[in-house]
Nanobody
Framework: QVQLVESGGGLVQAGGSLRLSCAAS????????MGWYRQAPGKQRELVAA??????NYADSAKGRFTISRDNAKNTVYLQMNNLKPEDTAVYYC??????????WGQGTQVTVSS
């Protein structure tokens, strides 16, 4: 069984910063890619950023403000979010894709940006 533990969400004013963390543990032997998605009320879940072997991808809304990184030794992925905007308000989910192509979701962490 694989567990993903997310942390770092919260309430912040517009222009502020937050750093999300997601640590994977359990029976996960090799990770291919890790990423962050978000889902706002009434909207579909969307990709925010992803990191794999030698690449990073960002949604247009995240470019220039968010940075994704990973610590392979700790099976942990981070999302540094700067210059947050009210439209960034959502539940943020971590996704981990193993080399077996099996993927896992975190439980989600709420990010609320006040104007």
């Amino acid at each position: 069984q694989v567990q993903l533990v997310e942390s770092g969400g919260g309430l912040v004013q517009a222009g502020g910063s937050l750093r999300l963390s997601c640590a994977a543990s359990g029976s996960i032997f090799s990770i291919n890619a890790m990423g962050w998605y978000r889902q706002a009320p009434g909207k579909q879940r969307e990709l925010v950023a992803a990191i794999g072997r030698g690449y990073t991808n960002y949604a247009d809304s995240a470019k220039g403000r968010f940075t994704i990184s990973r610590d392979n030794a700790k099976n942990t992925v981070y999302l540094q979010m700067n210059n947050l905007k009210p439209e960034d308000t959502a539940v943020y989910y971590c996704k981990v894709v193993a080399t077996s192509q099996v993927y896992y979701w975190g439980q989600g962490t709420q990010v609320t940006v006040s104007s």
